[in-house]
């Protein structure tokens, strides 16, 4: 199923998110990723790409290390801010997902492409499901999303693995200053 999914359940890669709905006739792509940590601290996690990319930061944050701390405040979405310096926010459900539609050079890079990040249950712990919906109505936007689809598998696979290692971090830390029972 590469590029269009990676990591994700059959069922996550069929089921309808936001961004599914913020571009015409899209070319869906599914990354997702297990997190051992609860979903309050992954969807914290999820709002930092408010903050910084969290991918290859030589290539898309200028050479700057993306935080490794939380930062005060990213949590607090508010529609119309930038995420991921490429795209503005459209929607949030607290704690749960946020969605985003390219901005004007969002567009330029890659064309119309909206995405979900959601913080979902999965037992005790979480997962990061994301879902990127690239334009793909015209032969242009389908060969561009198709390209799109290869490249954004190599830079969300990183980000997904960089966001999962920072939220179980934070878990164990969490765990480790807890009274004992």
Same mark, same amino acid.
């Given at each position: 199923?590469?590029?269009?999914?990676?990591?994700?359940? %059959?069922?996550?890669?069929?089921? %309808?998110?936001?961004?599914?709905?913020?571009?015409?006739?899209?070319?869906?792509? *599914?990354?997702?990723?297990?997190?051992?940590?609860?979903?309050?601290?992954?969807?914290?996690?999820?709002?930092?790409?408010?903050?910084?990319?969290?991918?290859?930061?030589?290539?898309?944050?200028?050479?700057?290390?993306?935080?490794?701390?939380?930062?005060?405040? /990213?949590?607090?979405?508010?529609?119309?801010?930038?995420?991921?310096?490429?795209? *503005?926010?459209?929607?949030?459900?607290?704690?749960?997902?946020?969605?985003?539609?390219?901005?004007?050079?969002?567009?330029?890079?890659?064309? %119309?492409?909206?995405?979900?990040?959601?913080?979902?249950?999965?037992? /005790?712990?979480?997962?990061?499901?994301?879902?990127?919906?690239?334009? /793909?109505?015209?032969?242009?936007?389908?060969?561009?999303?198709? /390209?799109?689809?290869?490249?954004?598998?190599?830079?969300?696979?990183?980000?997904?693995?960089?966001?999962?290692?920072?939220?179980?971090?934070?878990?164990?830390?969490?765990?480790?200053?807890?009274?004992?029972?």
């Amino acid at each position: 199923m590469l590029p269009l999914a990676w990591g994700a359940t %059959p069922d996550e890669h069929a089921r %309808p998110y936001p961004a599914d709905t913020l571009v015409d006739r899209p070319l869906l792509l *599914t990354r997702a990723v297990d997190v051992a940590a609860p979903v309050p601290l992954t969807w914290r996690w999820l709002c930092q790409v408010a903050v910084a990319p969290y991918s290859y930061d030589w290539i898309d944050n200028g050479g700057r290390g993306s935080p490794r701390e939380l930062t005060r405040g /990213a949590d607090e979405l508010v529609l119309g801010q930038a995420m991921a310096k490429v795209f *503005t926010l459209t929607s949030y459900d607290v704690a749960h997902q946020w969605t985003a539609l390219t901005d004007a050079r969002g567009r330029r890079l890659f064309g %119309p492409c909206a995405m979900t990040f959601a913080a979902e249950p999965s037992g /005790a712990d979480s997962r990061i499901v994301c879902r990127l919906a690239v334009a /793909a109505g015209s032969p242009l936007e389908r060969v561009r999303a198709q /390209a799109l689809a290869w490249g954004d598998l190599v830079m969300m696979r990183k980000q997904l693995h960089t966001l999962k290692e920072l939220a179980e971090r934070d878990a164990r830390r969490q765990a480790g200053s807890s009274p004992a029972s």
